[in-house]
């Protein structure tokens, strides 16, 4: 089993800053694909970065790419996203996600619905 809380959300001003954070507990074996997803009022679930934590390799959307940064700390059993330059847009629920991948090209990209464990969720909310 694993467990993921989410923390760091919270009301920003466009072009401000927030790093997300997500505990993480529970199985190794099960988690090594992990990501975070978000979702806007009215729209679908869209993913936003992924990590395969066997090898720390790192995988975003294209059109986030270069404003957040998703790390790692394993010592502190740990994932976090850090998130610069956010815009309204951006504004929306932030959730971790855990699964299994056997390959780090399978956890590239990888779809919510394959995703086995969530978190509860994070607000962010950007303003202009």
């Known amino acids: 089993q694993v467990q993921l809380v989410e923390s760091g959300g919270g009301p920003v001003q466009a072009g401000g800053s927030l790093r997300l954070s997500c505990a993480v507990s529970?199985?190794?074996?099960?988690?090594?694909?992990m990501a975070w997803f978000r979702q806007a009022p009215g729209k679908e679930r869209e993913g936003v970065a992924w990590?395969?934590?066997?090898?720390?390799?790192?995988t975003y959307a294209d059109s986030l790419k270069g404003r957040f940064t998703l790390s790692q700390d394993n010592a502190k059993n740990a994932m976090y996203l850090q998130m610069n330059n956010l815009k309204p847009e951006d504004t929306g629920n932030y959730s971790c996600?855990?699964?299994?991948?056997?390959?780090?090209?399978?956890?590239?990209?990888?779809?919510?619905?394959?995703?086995?464990?969530w978190g509860q969720g994070t607000q962010v909310t950007v303003t202009s």
């Open positions: 996600a855990a699964t299994r991948s056997f390959d780090k090209s399978y956890c590239r990209g990888r779809a919510a619905f394959d995703f086995v464990f």
């Open positions: 529970g199985t190794p074996y099960a988690r090594n694909c």
């Open positions: 990590i395969y934590t066997d090898d720390g390799s790192t």
